[in-house]
């Protein structure tokens, strides 16, 4: 087949599938009931999913770091596919044992955000035992007690990498959980060696792979090239250990057979889908399960697991023991075909990504904006959560994105205090530029109309709305909207289409008297206004985002928003 | 709110199909009448079946894997024990060989090492060291080794010598010494040392060739049979400016360094060795021009000669590549490498080579005419920082041979 045909066909294809899209949107509405259900319960939309029940005890349950690699590279391991499933009728995540709404849907201060999920200041100031070694990850660590009886996990910078994985480590965190995942407390710290002395009965595994007491002697050879400060200190991140009983990791696709609670194929969980738009401003590319961690907590007298991401060490510039591969974020680690072309090409074809240019300073590592591309980017290999992440899981992480000020971004750079203030300023200037490119990227993949609220006017009831790419300044404001209304029987499902197609001046529609369904078991009545968006540099704007109003006893709400899920990486 | 087991059966077969909505069978006897209560009776169902998690075969192996640390074992070895190549010529045979390591991060080491191969090479060694005496940057080694290589390969001296004239002997030594090296600033050693060394020859045992006593008269193999001991003295000095040692990119290394050899009588030789490599990227780390060139010089003293197996030797892994180990030799040699290494992968490299080299008895017999090429493609595999082993594949006019090696070629 020629190339002309080639494009020819992928053209017809895509033309299709754009107009087979809008057809599916229309159909989706099915996903939220079933025969004989309602399309909208009486407390949709849920902003709690209760799935922090009380649960027996749960074995622990290790995933393989090797065949989670080899399974994601060479197979995949989704096995259900579709939009996102755990979200409410209004298209966001419900707070949960794995989220918890923050920033995308509260103000938060400054201070709030820089607080992040801390409880204590940190490990207590004087003496630590240190109480062993963990096998996993590559980071050089041991643990210690504090004379609280706290663990952390102390996480040293390598000697070629002052300050790098420690400063990204921290940043990651305080973002990660101003978004709202669960997350570690982590400290940056600062301590001398005598300090540390080693616990009764501390183990620690060799590098031959054996486990034997763990002496002053391998202390002092860990410490041995780790950087220190101008006073002689050792500068280190302490991660303090997660409540509860850790169990294991959690998978990015299907559920824990034994968490009753976990419902949702962790594949179609939108906070875990649209993480892939927080892991490319952050470079994040090592996330995968065994970054993750499953507890099984006690809160309020009921226990059950909760879900923490950990691990940002391998963030931003930072490769855990040295700076990010050039590579990293940009390719997987096996790609047949960019082997092929690169072995027989005989150099003549390069990667794109060898273009990108980095800061010559061991502090910042391989981090920048300039060449950085979200829809390039990519994992360490495939992540079954992120493969499906669609246009509509982007547009509600990007918003989550675009509400974190410059400023805020600032300060939280400067809580991973640098030495360096240039390289601080670098840095931050860097998070603001990617996070500005994730968000006019994502914000635009579908139709941006957000915002939806009834008003009272002198007209009547209006529904109004903003184009939320226009308001972050990421498309110019030359949108125009259009609405037309179906009345909404919520037994049924069935839609009855009122009246014309028309224009919503100044983002604002007024809702027709006989827009509204018959009255369901609850008294009820819903209508459904189908909202397209006119633009000349987004033309996938045409497809409507549905907005059903509800009325009842209490007023008029809006109980539905369902915008396009479209296709997110066309550029890629 | 309890459920039947109907209930709960075929809310949790709604789960196995994610996306669909809940079956109407499932709310017969009590439909939800919230959102929450739907998502309540799910989770009901689901823990009426909640089982621990299983794992694959595949999984159960590759957790074992992982949990076994089998890499770091493997890598690492087991309680200061390891596996070792033992650094044998090409054509030894397939090797194995164990090593002891103890301490030597910092403070006073010891490795012993031992190992054989296939065709009857043996090598046993220790090193004892100090790294970095008294905080000063100098290291202090007392080395001592044995080995015996029954199969090495003789030619004849000089360009003419002819493919058909292999010829193998036993070469077999024990060494004993010191030396130090001093680090004055980065990438800069100064090495000095003495060890006293008692090599000795006698018939090859493979028997596909002639013995070297069989195919060669005395004149043409100096020092053969003889059993002379030497003291050697060297002192070298060596400009490390690669990027990376394990993996150069750019920069260059250059070497020089000087040996006497000296037995009892006071006879005895010179050997003067020159290795000056260079890196350049084009025009970054992704494609790069290896360039290598060295020269030995022996010479021997009054009323001496070189021993046979002294002079140095072109063909093989390092020089030449397309032609056999020890294909040329003679008092005298120079050679030079280019290289083009291009990133085809992370971990992989592609690899063009072009090769040549000359040897005389004398200097100033070194000429432009008498010079062997070779040339070839090869693979380099590699971590993100480290080599870890090469597949060439070598052409001459002598033909096409194939080399698997686990240190670089430069």
Known sequence: MSSKAVVASLAAVFAVTLAAGVIVDAQRVERWHGEGEPRFYTDDPIWIDDDRRDIPPVAPFELSKSYEFVNETFGGSASSFGPALNVNTLGEVPDSSWFTNRLGRHDMTIEEVLRGPDTVDGPVDGPWLVTGRPDAGLTPKFTIQDGRGDTYLIKLDPAGAPELPSSVELISTKIFHAIGYQVPEDYLVTFDRAQLSIAPGARMRTASGGKRAMKAADLDAWLADTPRTPSGTIRALASRYVPGRVVGQFRYSGTRSDDPNDLYPHERRRELRGMRVFAAWLHHDDARSINSLDSYVTDNGRRYLRHYLQDFGSNLGSGSTSAQQPRGGYEYLIEGDKIAKGLFSFGLWTRDWTRARYPANASLGNVEAAYFEPWKWKTEYPQPAFDQMDAADAFWAARIAARFSDQMLRSIVEIGRLSDLEASRYLADVLIARRDKVVAYWLTRTTPLDAFAIVETGGGTALTFENAAVKAGVASSRATSRVRWTALDNQTGRQTPIGEETAAAGDVALVPASAWGPRDASGARYAVAWIASSHPDFTHWARPVQVTLRQRAGGIDVVGVERPTGATDDRR | ?410
């Open chain 2, 1 to 410: 709110m309890r459920r039947s087991l109907f209930s709960r059966l075929a809310l949790f077969g709604a789960l196995l199909m994610p996306g669909l909505p809940t079956t109407a069978a499932a709310q017969q006897d009590s439909a939800p009448a919230t959102r929450s209560e739907r998502l309540d009776a799910e989770r009901d169902a689901k823990a009426a079946t909640a089982a621990p998690p299983e794992r694959t075969t595949i999984e159960r192996a590759l957790t074992w894997y992982d949990n076994q640390q089998v890499m770091a074992r493997l890598m690492g070895g087991w309680h200061g024990f390891h596996g070792v190549g033992g650094s044998f010529p090409a054509g030894a045979g397939g090797g194995v060989g164990i090593g002891y390591s103890a301490g030597g991060t910092r403070g006073p080491g010891i490795e012993l090492t031992a190992a054989t191969t296939s065709r009857g090479y043996k090598r046993g060694a220790v090193v004892m060291d100090i790294r970095r005496l008294g905080g000063a940057p100098v290291d202090v080694a007392v080395r001592g080794q044995m080995y015996e290589f029954p199969q090495q390969d003789f030619f004849g001296l000089g360009m003419d010598s002819a493919q058909g004239a292999r010829a193998n002997y036993l070469l077999s030594n024990a060494e004993f010494g010191t030396d130090v090296t001093w680090r004055p600033l980065a990438g800069l050693a100064v090495q000095a040392g003495a060890a006293w060394v008692s090599p000795r020859t006698g018939a090859g045992t493979d028997t596909r060739m002639p013995t070297t006593e069989a195919g060669f008269s005395p004149s043409a193999t100096p020092g053969y049979g003889a059993s002379v001991d030497y003291l050697r003295t060297a002192i070298g000095i060596d400009y490390d400016r690669r990027d990376n040692p394990r993996h150069p990119h750019a920069g260059g290394r250059y070497a020089v360094s000087i040996a006497d050899y000296r037995d009892l009588d006071s006879a005895g030789f010179h050997r003067a060795d020159v290795d000056v490599q260079q890196y350049v990227p084009i025009p970054d780390r992704y494609r790069t021009l290896a360039l290598r060139a060295m020269a030995t010089f022996t010479s021997a003293h009054d009323g001496d000669d070189v021993p046979f197996f002294y002079q140095p030797t072109l063909g093989g892994a390092s020089m030449l590549r397309g032609f056999r180990e020890f294909r040329y030799q003679d008092r005298n040699a120079v050679g030079v490498s280019a290289e083009y290494r291009w990133e085809a992968w992370w971990a992989l490299d592609g690899a063009v080579f072009v090769d040549a080299g000359t040897v005389a008895p004398e200097r100033r017999s070194l000429n432009l005419r008498d010079v062997a090429v070779s040339y070839g493609v090869g693979l380099r595999l590699h971590s993100n920082d480290a080599f870890v082993a090469r597949l060439d594949f070598a052409f001459s006019k002598e033909g096409f041979i194939p080399l698997l090696r686990f240190e670089h070629v430069f």
